[in-house]
């Protein structure tokens, strides 16, 4: 199974679901223009993230290759939000769907459109 970011470093009450988990043991990671990140480059953006907004409590999982979009499950919101990373605080919320399905359909269509 790819590198995800260890329990030692996520929030406490937080556990990657077993969908999102069955969809990385599947392989099913590059789903261009998005990809589920993992190993050293999902750890430093789950610090970013932190550090660029502490007052969203963001757990990240996939980024867009075409531009600073980042997939994160929303602990404060219970859903998944997309983050404009880098924008201003306040500026960056993009999307929101209410669960890791929702916004998994939301990428298969956005690899669809990218391959048109």
Same mark, same amino acid.
């Given at each position: 199974? *790819?590198?995800?970011?260890?329990?030692?470093?996520? /929030?406490? +009450?937080?556990? !990657? /679901?077993?969908?999102?988990?069955?969809?990385?043991?599947? =392989?099913?990671?590059?789903?261009?223009?998005?990809? #589920?990140?993992?190993?050293?480059?999902?750890?430093?953006?789950?610090?970013?993230?932190? *550090?660029? !907004?502490? %007052? %969203?409590?963001?757990?990240?999982?996939?980024?867009?290759? %075409?531009?600073?979009?980042? $997939?994160?499950? +929303?602990?404060?919101?219970? =859903?998944?939000?997309?983050?404009?990373?880098? $924008? *201003?605080?306040? !500026?960056?919320?993009?999307? $929101?769907?209410?669960?890791? !399905?929702?916004?998994?359909?939301?990428?298969?269509?956005?690899? #669809?459109?990218? =391959?048109?």
């Amino acid at each position: 199974m *790819s590198s995800l970011i260890s329990t030692v470093d996520l /929030p406490r +009450d937080f556990t !990657y /679901p077993p969908e999102f988990l069955r969809v990385v043991e599947l =392989g099913l990671t590059n789903l261009e223009p998005w990809w #589920i990140m993992d190993g050293e480059i999902l750890f430093r953006r789950h610090l970013g993230l932190r *550090s660029r !907004y502490p %007052d %969203d409590c963001f757990v990240p999982f996939a980024e867009r290759q %075409d531009n600073d979009d980042v $997939a994160c499950w +929303d602990l404060d919101s219970g =859903g998944i939000t997309v983050v404009h990373d880098f $924008a *201003s605080p306040g !500026y960056h919320r993009e999307n $929101a769907f209410v669960n890791f !399905y929702a916004w998994f359909r939301r990428a298969v269509e956005d690899f #669809i459109e990218w =391959g048109e």
